[in-house]
Nanobody, 118 residues
Framework: QVPLVESGGGLVQAGGSLRLSCAAS???????????MGWYRQAPGRQRELVAS???????NYADSVKDRFAISKDNAKNTVYLQMNSLKPEDTAVYYC?????????WGQGTQVTVSS
């Protein structure tokens, strides 16, 4: 697994915005091929769910609950993935995890807390 480091979480009021970032914490040359990058989230008492993903070719997929509010993007040169979150709602409160999909295995970040107050 490739160590991933997330940043950008925090506390925000409903209607506000946050931008999450995730990058591998080792040299780019040593990172196995990444076929897709994504963000998942897990709220207390709930299963981890996919929020958004983007493939190596740039195809994006979003959970219905975040469509038109969140936007995923990536920087291939930096092996970094971003999640722009707008119009945040209290129900978006969760720990957000970054995911890199490789051939045969996945890498996960440690998670960053996002809390949206009403």
């Amino acid at each position: 697994q490739v160590p991933l480091v997330e940043s950008g979480g925090g506390l925000v009021q409903a209607g506000g915005s946050l931008r999450l970032s995730c990058a591998a914490s080792r040299s780019i040359a040593s990172i196995p091929i990444i076929t897709a990058m994504g963000w998942y989230r897990q709220a207390p008492g709930r299963q981890r769910e996919l929020v958004a993903s983007i493939t190596r070719g740039g195809n994006m997929n979003y959970a219905d609950s975040v469509k038109d509010r969140f936007a995923i993007s990536k920087d291939n040169a930096k092996n970094t993935v971003y999640l722009q979150m707008n119009s945040l709602k209290p129900e978006d409160t969760a720990v957000y995890y970054c995911n890199f999909r490789h051939i045969g295995f996945d890498s996960w970040g440690q998670g960053t807390q996002v809390t949206v107050s009403s």
